[in-house]
């Protein structure tokens, strides 16, 4: 499956931003999609996981309560919409699709996914 995410830009602290995943090639509903970041100079981290029928959803403790990951199947496309922004949110931001997992440990481990997009960059001015 090929990935492409868009929607990064500048956003003020406080404000909201909302990061999309475009898929094609196999079937969507099939794959497990998932988001993650790096910041400059950091290990890429997970931010938040849906599984292919949208039925458990994990999050990072650091974006819990602010950041919503849901899809939508018939488009083909998953997203990431951040409320609450702060400064410490910007980062280039990765969707990612799997279909190994079925634990939160699995889930926010990079490591355990197929396929991913280029990333799109988010940033959060202070």
């Known amino acids: 499956v090929q990935l492409q995410a868009s929607g990064g830009g500048l956003v003020s602290a406080g404000g909201s931003l909302s990061v999309s995943c475009a898929a094609s090639g196999r079937t969507f509903s099939l794959y497990d999609m998932a988001w993650f970041r790096q910041a400059p100079g950091k290990d890429r981290e997970f931010v938040g996981s849906?599984?292919?029928?949208?039925?458990?959803?994990y999050y990072a403790d650091s974006v819990k309560g602010r950041f919503t990951v849901f899809r939508d199947n018939a488009k083909n496309l998953a997203y990431l919409q951040m409320n609450s922004l702060k400064f410490e949110d910007t980062a280039v931001y990765y969707c990612?699709?799997?279909?190994?997992?079925?634990?939160?440990?699995?889930?926010?481990?990079?490591?355990?996914?197929?396929?991913w997009g280029q990333g799109t960059q988010v940033t959060v001015s202070s």
């Open positions: 849906i599984t292919g029928s949208s039925s458990v959803r």
């Open positions: 990612a699709a799997t279909s190994t997992c079925s634990t939160y440990e699995c889930y926010s481990s990079s490591t355990r996914y197929q396929y």
